[in-house]
């Protein structure tokens, strides 16, 4: 009887165990194929992810609290000390000093003075919230607009996918710089959501091509027969099975496009019809400094390098997204 016992406690001992490694299987396989858990955990190991995310970050803390690194301009060289901005006036983007025109760096002011006397570190400062409003806004909305169409378009497809594609075809072959400058020059006032409102009718059907393409990839899944199956309306379908499944080419390609409309922004303000004065953002800076680029380039290079790290830093984030989410690349 102890001869037979043992082998039978042994069996159920195997038994056991393997049901324990059972259980605990999936949730490991889980955490390793989960596209997103996957993708974060690649880009903490990123060196060009971390060095954008921090460029981005501390460019996105300047537009929030400028007043925060406008402290770093302490100079106390205020020629009108009784100013009521106090002694340290030059933290203040509009206190100017018509004396010290286009004046060139220093020690106390480390970008110079553009061409009204006023300091240039404190204006670059406050410079970013708007250009950087205009990236971020311009890109969500040009998200909601591709995520509706390309949805609709890709999931029923055959005349609504059709009249959709003609459509997305008509704007796409208006460049969005020809168009901004056509429609700008009609409005009296253009502020940020006059400029972004012009960027995103025109610059969604790259984006919606996109977000149609992944959709139609989807849509004949096993997961979505099974919800159809299932009794699930489109609108469950598209919003809680689709798009989740979706969304990794849209957010590549959002991130790029954030730099892309800061870049717009910039161009349309220095072919005069972007954002009006007294408005503060880099591309009225460099729209300002082409009157005296041989004379003061300091003028030019420091909006402009803010511009230039921006972009870049949204294009390596797009980069390091499209590696770490695309399975093929890894």
Known sequence: MSSTAEPQEQMESAFAAEENQSFEAPDAIGRRTSLWGDAWRLLRKNPLFMVSALLLIIIVAMAIVPQLFAMLSSAQDCAAASSNTGAYCWRDPVYSELGRSAEGPSALHWFGFDVQ?????????????????IGLTTTFGLFLVALILGALAGYFGGWLDAL?????????????????????????????????????????????????????????????????????????????????????PVVVYATLMVGSMIGAEATLSYLGVGLQLPTISWGLMVSEAQKRLLQAPHLLFFPGTFISVTVFSFILMGDALRDALDPRLR
């Open 164 to 248: 959709i594609a003609r459509i997305a075809d008509t704007f796409f072959a208006i460049p969005t710089t020809l168009a901004g400058i056509a429609f700008l020059n009609l409005l009296p006032n253009r502020g940020v959501i006059e400029v972004s409102a012009v960027l995103i009718a025109f610059g969604w059907p790259g984006m919606m091509r996109i977000v149609r393409s992944s959709v139609v990839g989807e849509r004949e899944r096993e997961y979505v027969q099974a919800a159809k199956a299932l009794g699930s309306g489109p609108v469950r379908i598209i919003t809680r099975h689709i798009l989740p499944n979706s969304l990794a």
């Open 117 to 133: 006397g006023r300091d240039m570190f404190t204006r670059v400062i406050y410079g970013a919230r708007n250009s950087i409003s």
